[in-house]
């Protein structure tokens, strides 16, 4: 047994059993005991126990195994980001995240799901620091070779640098299967026999202070360090302030490869929570999984299972495939992992957790980018995942039950801008009063996941009813009823365009006022609930903007044809919003608002102006739309930017959004109606073959595979659930009426066209608008 020591090398043993040290290094041993020491190297070990440890080195061949080692090195692999210079602008740096967690690498500050701080228009995101804010720095005049890296499969960034005696990597990840926890690990390997020790700096700028959070130190914990505190000032008034717990390793200013060493590792672990007991439980965790040698491991396996399910690959144009998988990598970093659906979920902001401090990117709130542009993506692929977006709405209802009040109507009124209660905290209250479709937007998601889950257990016990009834409501209280054209009116709104307000009947906001009142008549006749006759009279009767003479929808009532607009806003009625229309209107829609789009507008825009050119068979034109996106693409870590020229929101989820949509709708032609799955598949010079890996529909996964003039789907054969079998699933071609069922485990192959994916028992006929 060895104690109070400063390192110790153990070798050529069984097993090892390692207690209260700041660092341990693995290798092949019988039996050793440390206790009450500050660095410890094992090396090979069949098994290791662990406790009270929080820094570890291990002579292990390699941080990862050699297949991810080479696919990590190969730059032709998509799913690797790689260059050897760190971007000018440091807001483009990879964030980290994990659905709870969200980090920008080598950043002193970090976030956390739902810890805001600030009332009402002051409320932003708290600011947390950060231990793990370290960069590894080799010894002076020791320049070397830096490479770096973005693992998208694995979520792991790594920093390599090579001299001609040593390199060094540091690897830095949010883990994905235990989201309170955050790790560093360095690993150096020696590259010539040499019997001097080498030793690198590790440059920290962390400080255990923010300007939201008034930390206290705690006693230590199992040898790790230990602060806590609370946000200075509760969202509303006479609430509660968070807690946030942080317990981290300490860190050390160098780490030195021993003489007898070839290589070693070292790793640090971070935990945040909100009470002590829980983040002493995550701190256990972690160095549990260090000590059973899965603490990578599962993390990587977390990965592996969300990229088996969601996978939309293309064979074309490199910067079109890449952009693909940034987009859903940072996408599915911002959600939970499957197995946390049950735990708190605190929405997703435009960009992301790893930024929203106060005055930062829209402060970490949650907009109707969520539910329009993030979650549609995620609902085809893992409903489970979409489902947590329904319950950050449920939980807000208090809050947006007192917004309606406040303003004088009925039923809910989501937040504009919302945070962990519901009330609006927008700084600018004409958002909050005007940019009422938020109502709309969220209730499109809810119907979204309906139709894909028929999951009537989200409306009964989940309490997805009381949204749906209550924005209806809201709707009713809402309009105006005019006798003069006999129709129902919304007046002074701000429509998603929002160069303008003040308006009346906005096309898009009075379009989802429309669905969201007929999908609440729909859902009462399911749950056998007494609908209000007032619902479906407002939908029938709500002024629906038509230009009958120039066969065109007018933004707004008064819109003048060639005014200027800022974003996607009347393209948004045939994709997503499904609104009935000829292919010649739609033409004229897109014709009449593509050049007066204003080009610094925000990134989201042209990918639904290239789904409307795909719906009508114009692939080209639609690829350059798709291409005008690039620029929003700030490399080499595919970090999005609100605007053209790196303004506006960083690691802007709502552009990747809509950009994702627009491949995996626009080239699909996939869209989610009352009984079916519709599908009209098209390819372009540029996507020659497109592969949908994992796509979600009734209790089913399937693979979808264009190429070529045929189209192949595959059902996943997959195990019955708490005996909820899925659906019967068969394919029915539009022109032909052939109707193909599918088989668990088989691939079925027929012509591309147009077509609907539905249950075999349907009777109902499903097309493409």
Request: aromatic residues 12%; charged residues 20%; hydrophobic residues 40%.
């Given at each position: 047994?060895?104690?109070?020591?400063?390192?110790?090398?153990?070798?050529?043993?069984?097993?090892?059993?390692?207690?209260?040290?700041?660092?341990?290094?693995?290798?092949?041993?019988p039996?050793?005991?440390?206790?009450?020491?500050?660095?410890?190297?094992?090396?090979?070990?069949?098994?290791?126990?662990?406790?009270?440890?929080?820094?570890?080195?291990?002579?292990?061949?390699?941080?990862?195994s050699?297949?991810?080692?080479?696919?990590?090195?190969?730059?032709?692999?998509?799913?690797?980001?790689?260059?050897?210079?760190?971007?000018s602008?440091?807001?483009f740096?990879?964030?980290?995240?994990?659905?709870?967690?969200?980090?920008?690498?080598?950043?002193?500050?970090?976030?956390?799901?739902g810890?805001?701080?600030?009332?009402?228009?002051?409320?932003?995101?708290?600011?947390?620091?950060?231990?793990?804010?370290?960069?590894?720095?080799?010894g002076?005049?020791?320049?070397?070779?830096?490479?770096?890296?973005?693992?998208?499969?694995?979520?792991?960034?790594?920093?390599?640098?090579?001299?001609?005696?040593?390199?060094?990597?540091?690897?830095?990840?949010?883990?994905?299967?235990?989201?309170?926890?955050?790790?560093?690990?360095?690993?150096?390997?020696?590259?010539?026999?040499s019997?001097?020790?080498?030793?690198?700096?590790?440059?920290?700028?962390?400080?255990?202070?923010?300007?939201?959070?008034?930390?206290?130190?705690?006693?230590?914990?199992?040898?790790?360090?230990?602060?806590?505190?609370?946000?200075?000032?509760?969202e509303?008034?006479?609430?509660?302030?968070?807690?946030?717990?942080?317990?981290?390793?300490?860190?050390?200013?160098?780490?030195?490869?021993?003489?007898?060493?070839?290589?070693s590792?070292?790793?640090?672990?971070?935990?945040?929570?909100?009470?002590?007991e829980?983040?002493?439980?995550?701190?256990?965790t972690?160095?549990?999984?260090?000590?059973?040698?899965?603490?990578?491991?599962?993390?990587?396996?977390a990965?592996?299972?969300?990229?088996?399910?969601s996978?939309?690959?293309?064979?074309?144009e490199e910067?079109?495939?890449?952009?693909?998988?940034?987009?859903?990598?940072?996408?599915?970093?911002?959600?939970?992992?499957?197995?946390?659906?049950?735990?708190?979920?605190?929405?997703?902001?435009?960009?992301?957790?790893?930024?929203?401090?106060?005055?930062?990117?829209?402060?970490?709130?949650?907009?109707?980018?969520?539910?329009?542009?993030?979650?549609?993506?995620?609902?085809?692929?893992?409903?489970?995942?979409?489902?947590?977006v329904?319950?950050?709405?449920?939980?807000?209802?208090?809050?947006?039950?007192?917004?309606?009040?406040?303003?004088?109507?009925?039923?809910?009124?989501?937040?504009?801008?919302?945070?962990?209660?519901?009330?609006?905290?927008?700084?600018?209250?004409?958002?909050?009063?005007?940019?009422?479709h938020?109502?709309?937007?969220?209730?499109?998601?809810?119907?979204?996941?309906?139709?894909?889950?028929?999951?009537?257990?989200m409306?009964?016990?989940?309490?997805?009813?009381?949204?749906?009834?209550?924005?209806?409501?809201?709707?009713?209280?809402?309009?105006?009823?005019?006798?003069?054209?006999?129709?129902?009116?919304i007046?002074?709104?701000?429509?998603?365009?929002?160069?303008?307000?003040n308006?009346?009947?906005?096309v898009?906001?009075?379009?989802?006022?429309?669905?969201?009142?007929?999908?609440?008549?729909e859902?009462?006749?399911?749950?056998?609930?007494?609908?209000?006759?007032?619902?479906?009279?407002?939908a029938?009767?709500?002024?629906?903007?038509?230009?009958?003479?120039?066969?065109?929808?007018?933004?707004?009532?008064?819109?003048?044809?060639?005014?200027?607009?800022?974003?996607?806003?009347v393209?948004?009625?045939g994709?997503?919003?499904?609104?009935?229309?000829?292919?010649?209107?739609?033409?004229?829609?897109?014709?009449?608002?593509?050049?007066?789009?204003?080009?610094?507008?925000?990134?989201?825009?042209?990918?639904?102006?290239?789904?409307?050119?795909?719906?009508?068979?114009?692939?080209?034109?639609?690829?350059?739309?798709?291409?005008k996106?690039?620029?929003?693409?700030?490399?080499?870590?595919?970090?999005?930017?609100?605007?053209t020229?790196?303004?506006?929101?960083?690691?802007?989820l709502?552009?990747?959004?809509?950009f994702?949509?627009?491949v995996?709708?626009?080239?699909?032609?996939?869209?989610?109606?009352?009984?079916?799955?519709?599908?009209?598949?098209?390819?372009?010079?540029?996507?020659?073959?497109?592969?949908?890996?994992?796509?979600?529909?009734l209790?089913?996964?399937?693979?979808?595979?264009?190429?070529?003039?045929?189209?192949?789907?595959?059902?996943?054969?997959l195990?019955?659930?708490?005996?909820?079998?899925?659906?019967?699933?068969?394919?029915?071609?539009?022109?032909?009426?052939?109707?193909?069922?599918?088989?668990?485990?088989?691939?079925?192959?027929?012509?591309?066209?147009?077509?609907?994916?539905?249950?075999?028992?349907?009777?109902?006929?499903?097309?493409?608008?």
């Amino acid at each position: 047994m060895v104690s109070c020591c400063h390192s110790v090398l153990l070798s050529w043993f069984p097993v090892v059993m390692v207690s209260f040290c700041h660092g341990f290094l693995l290798s092949k041993c019988p039996v050793v005991m440390v206790s009450g020491c500050h660095g410890v190297l094992l090396s090979w070990f069949p098994v290791v126990m662990v406790s009270c440890c929080h820094g570890f080195l291990s002579s292990s061949p390699s941080l990862r195994s050699p297949e991810e080692a080479k696919m990590a090195c190969d730059p032709s692999d998509p799913y690797v980001f790689t260059t050897d210079t760190l971007p000018s602008d440091l807001r483009f740096l990879p964030p980290l995240a994990n659905g709870l967690l969200g980090w920008r690498v080598y950043d002193d500050i970090m976030h956390m799901g739902g810890v805001y701080n600030g009332e009402g228009g002051d409320c932003h995101r708290a600011d947390l620091p950060c231990p793990l804010a370290v960069r590894v720095k080799m010894g002076e005049g020791e320049e070397g070779k830096h490479t770096y890296s973005l693992d998208t499969r694995t979520g792991l960034f790594t920093h390599t640098v090579c001299t001609e005696s040593v390199c060094v990597t540091q690897a830095l990840y949010a883990h994905r299967h235990y989201p309170n926890l955050l790790v560093m690990e360095v690993l150096m390997v020696r590259q010539v026999t040499s019997q001097e020790p080498i030793t690198v700096q590790l440059d920290s700028s962390f400080s255990p202070q923010s300007k939201d959070i008034v930390f206290q130190e705690d006693h230590e914990y199992r040898g790790a360090r230990h602060i806590f505190g609370q946000t200075k000032e509760s969202e509303v008034e006479g609430g509660s302030c968070p807690s946030v717990h942080i317990i981290w390793t300490p860190l050390m200013t160098s780490l030195t490869l021993q003489p007898e060493q070839s290589q070693s590792r070292w790793g640090f672990l971070a935990a945040f929570a909100r009470t002590n007991e829980s983040a002493q439980s995550c701190f256990d965790t972690g160095l549990q999984l260090i000590a059973d040698g899965n603490l990578r491991p599962s993390h990587n396996r977390a990965w592996a299972e969300l990229w088996l399910g969601s996978r939309l690959e293309i064979a074309g144009e490199e910067p079109l495939s890449r952009a693909l998988i940034g987009c859903l990598f940072y996408l599915l970093s911002a959600f939970p992992s499957l197995d946390q659906t049950k735990a708190a979920f605190g929405g997703v902001s435009p960009g992301g957790l790893s930024n929203g401090g106060r005055g930062q990117d829209y402060w970490g709130h949650v907009f109707w980018d969520q539910d329009t542009w993030m979650y549609p993506s995620i609902a085809l692929f893992y409903p489970s995942l979409a489902r947590t977006v329904l319950e950050y709405r449920v939980g807000t209802l208090e809050g947006a039950r007192a917004n309606a009040e406040q303003q004088g109507y009925k039923g809910v009124k989501f937040a504009w801008e919302s945070a962990v209660s519901g009330r609006e905290v927008c700084p600018e209250d004409i958002y909050g009063q005007q940019e009422i479709h938020i109502n709309g937007d969220v209730i499109h998601a809810f119907q979204h996941y309906y139709y894909l889950t028929q999951d009537l257990d989200m409306f009964r016990e989940g309490r997805g009813s009381e949204v749906v009834w209550g924005v209806a409501d809201y709707w009713v209280s809402r309009v105006t009823w005019s006798s003069e054209d006999q129709s129902y009116h919304i007046k002074s709104v701000m429509p998603p365009d929002e160069y303008y307000y003040n308006v009346d009947d906005s096309v898009f906001t009075n379009t989802v006022a429309k669905n969201s009142l007929d999908f609440a008549v729909e859902l009462a006749a399911l749950l056998q609930y007494p609908a209000p006759p007032e619902w479906q009279a407002v939908a029938e009767r709500l002024n629906i903007p038509f230009d009958l003479d120039l066969q065109y929808h007018p933004e707004f009532k008064g819109y003048k044809k060639g005014g200027v607009v800022k974003q996607a806003d009347v393209v948004l009625l045939g994709y997503p919003l499904g609104l009935p229309m000829s292919a010649a209107v739609r033409r004229n829609d897109l014709e009449a608002y593509e050049p007066v789009t204003d080009p610094r507008g925000p990134a989201m825009t042209w990918g639904m102006f290239a789904v409307a050119w795909m719906e009508l068979g114009e692939t080209e034109r639609a690829q350059e739309l798709l291409e005008k996106c690039y620029k929003n693409i700030q490399g080499p870590f595919q970090v999005w930017s609100e605007s053209t020229d790196g303004s506006g929101a960083v690691n802007f989820l709502t552009g990747m959004g809509g950009f994702l949509q627009a491949v995996l709708f626009g080239y699909t032609g996939f869209r989610v109606q009352k009984d079916c799955l519709s599908f009209s598949p098209v390819l372009s010079d540029a996507v020659t073959e497109l592969s949908v890996t994992g796509v979600s529909y009734l209790g089913n996964k399937l693979n979808w595979l264009v190429k070529g003039q045929e189209v192949s789907v595959k059902l996943w054969d997959l195990p019955v659930h708490a005996g909820k079998a899925s659906a019967a699933l068969e394919v029915v071609l539009k022109a032909s009426g052939t109707r193909i069922p599918l088989t668990p485990g088989q691939t079925v192959t027929f012509p591309r066209e147009a077509g609907a994916l539905r249950r075999r028992d349907s009777a109902s006929s499903c097309w493409p608008i």
